[in-house]
């Protein structure tokens, strides 16, 4: 079993930055991938980026490419998401996701193990 904390959000207004952390613990040595998704009121749960723990593979959506970076820092347990140039698009509930397999990146229907999640709010 892995356990999965996101901390970081909170309300920003267009343009601004914020970092969400995701603290993982349990069964961690054998993640093959992590990822961040969010979800909107009445929209469906979307990857938002999400990376190959080992190599370091990384996937992007377009509406985030150049804007958000998904890093981790393996010592820690922990994996990042910048997110620089908000839109008030970007609001949103934003989910850690793990799993110990190499499957698709962006699914979120092939993570096992989630985050409680965190609230992002950009107004404009």
């Known amino acids: 079993q892995v356990q999965l904390v996101e901390s970081g959000g909170g309300s920003v207004q267009a343009g601004g930055s914020l970092r969400l952390s995701c603290l993982a613990s349990g069964y961690t040595s054998r993640i093959g991938r992590m990822g961040w998704f969010r979800q909107a009121p009445g929209k469906e749960r979307e990857g938002v980026a999400a990376?190959?723990?080992?190599?370091?593979?990384?996937y992007y959506a377009d509406s985030v490419k150049g804007r958000f970076t998904i890093s981790q820092d393996n010592a820690k347990n922990t994996l990042y998401l910048q997110m620089n140039s908000l839109k008030p698009e970007d609001t949103a509930i934003y989910y850690c996701a793990a799993d110990h397999h190499l499957g698709a990146l962006n699914d979120p229907y092939d993570y096992n193990y989630w985050g409680q999640g965190t609230q992002v709010t950009v107004s404009s």
């Open positions: 990376i190959y723990i080992d190599g370091g593979t990384t």
